[in-house]
Every structure is written in C-alpha cells, then in structure tokens.
C-alpha cells in the first residue's frame, strides 16, 4: 500500500509553501503581531484566490472538490508558517453549515468574504472577535449564530500573537439549529485532524530550526551537532514528528474515506500530536539555548501556537478518555483493537 502523497498533493503542498513563503514570512508574521489586526487581508485574500477555502467543498456548491487529505496538506503548510489568518475555523465551520444547506453564507466563507469562529468546550475561541458567524457544538447539538448580528466578543490578551482569542458568550443569542449528535462528532473528528494538521506543520519547522541552529552553533570548536547529547534530540525530534505525519495522514484519510475507524484515528492523532508538540518544542528550545528562550527568536510564534492547538478541541487526556468509550466495547466482546 502507498501511503505517500500522490503528485497533485505534493504539487498543492509546493504550491502552497511558496504562497507563504512570500506572504507569510517570518518577518510578515512578526510585523503583524504588531499591528493589532485579526488577520493578515493580504493572505487572507490569495488563499480564497487559489480555491483554498473550498478544497473540500464539492464543485457544484462552488468548491474545488478535493478532500480532506488536501485540506491537511494545507494545513501542514499554514502551520509551519505560523500563517495569521482564520483558515481552519472557516474551513470547519463551511463544512457545518454546507452539511446543513445554508448555502448563502457558505458562498461568503468561500470567496473569503466572511470568516467563521468554531466554539467547542469552555475555552477562548480563535478569531471569535472578529468573525461573522459562529458555528457552536453543543451539548445539544450544533447551531449557527451570526455574530455580525448579535455582536462580537472583545478581543483578549493571549501568548499566541499570531492569532486573536474572545470569550464567546451565546446565552440568549438567536441561533439556527445545524445538526444533531452526528455532526458534532463529525466537527469533533476534523477539528482535532486539523489541529493536529497545524501542530505537525509547527513541529516540522521547529526541528527545521533545530537542526540547522545545530550545524551553525560553535561551541569548543566543534558544532554543537557533533555533540551525542544534541544529536540525540534531534533525532528523538525526527521520530515524534514522523509519528505526528502518520497518525495525522490516517486520521485525514479516514475522514475522507468515511471509514469506521474515523473517530479512532482522529482521537490518536491528537493524542499523539499533543504529546510529541509538547516534547518537540522542549527540544527545539533545548537545543537553542539562550537565544531560543528570547521573543526575538521565530521559534517562541511555533511554541506559543502549539500550546493553545494541544487544548483546542481536546486535550490529549480526554482524547484518551474518548479512544477508552470507542474501543471498550472491543475489548469486552474479546474483538482486536488493532
């Protein structure tokens, strides 16, 4: 079986790191940290250009009709950019609102023309402040609300620069029911897929750094990439992200594929995602010394970003707690779990 990605993926993923290559450099992204805006226009407007707010979207409904697997390349690319625009959230909340046929505001979000905020859990949500509407998962079901109609939240202090966070308050909001219980564990499964997507990417670049710092830094006359104890984190690095890859690729194929194993798949990778982003960015800082551990470093955008994407939709611990209810019932009738 050929799990590598196919050549009109690999050309997606080239043709997307050359996009942020330009617009969505380090210095670009650092510039707009300090601008206070919520996100980058000028990138926001080249992705809904190239078709990417709708890769997943089926050409009858104005999309590229792609996949979810595409939708990740992407998001691999976004993530090893640190790239401030409000790409996932939208690209989650049209799936949403597509399932349940609001097709007008799907034409927005597709043309770029409005953005969407996704609210899963009791945490801050990004780009809430600034979206046009929100799609919420509930305990009761999925539903929509226009923000632009009922008001948006202030923005909020946050570590993470490169992306705005509000408390999204919708108590007594008018809001127009989407789905059931079916499409939240949908939402649930792309969402932490996605995340996972982004922290993979954020990874990626981390050990890019790493590695590199590594060959460049002298110390007793000898880079320090010669030394055992460096070697070996880079090299621990290199596993944690390859395992990110894997689970991250199963998990979007899955998803695609609407295989059985969806909701497994998607819980593994942010399982494993959360926890190898934790140790790779530990590394990473490791292996930089005084110089990773200063805000003038790109390295702190890839860390700050990764500690808010290891909490959104799910932490590791209740990803665990969630693959324990899926596969439970396979233990008990003696079936694999493998």
Known sequence: MDFELSDDQC??????????????????????????????????????????????????????????????????????????????STVLATYALGAAGDDTTVERLLGGDAIACVKWGNGPVVYAPSADVAVVVGDDGVFAV????????????????????????????????????????????????????????????????????????VQFGKPIGSFQAVKHRCADMLVDVEGMRSTVYWAAWCIGAGDAETSVAASTAKVWCSDASKRVMASALQVHGGIGFTWEHDLHF??????????????????????????RPRVEAGESVV
């Not at 509000?166 to 792309?190: F, H, K, M, Q, V």
């Not at 932490?315 to 707690?321: E, G």
């Open 11 to 88: 050309a997606l993923r080239d043709g997307a790191r050359d996009l942020l290559d330009d617009l969505a450099s380090p210095a670009r992204v650092r510039a707009h940290t300090t601008k206070g805006d919520a996100y980058d226009a000028t990138l926001w407007r080249a992705m809904a250009e190239q078709g990417w707010l709708g890769v997943d979207v089926n050409e009858a409904h104005g999309g590229v009709g792609l996949g979810v697997v595409e939708v990740a390349v992407l998001l691999e690319e976004l993530g090893g950019h640190c790239a401030p625009a409000p790409f996932l």
């Open 302 to 327: 890839f860390l700050k970003r990764a500690q808010l994407d290891q909490l959104s939709f799910g932490d590791a611990s209740f990803h665990r707690a969630r693959l324990t209810a899926l596969l």
């Open 146 to 217: 226009d923000l632009a109609a009922t008001g948006r939240p202030p923005r909020e202090p946050a570590m993470d620069l490169t992306r705005e966070l509000g408390w999204l308050s919708i108590d007594g909001a008018p809001r127009t029911e989407l789905g059931g219980e079916d499409l939240a564990r949908a939402l649930l499964d792309r969402g932490a897929t996605y995340v996972s997507a982004q922290m993979l990417g954020g990874a990626q670049r981390a050990l890019d750094m790493a590695v590199e710092y590594a060959k460049d830094r």
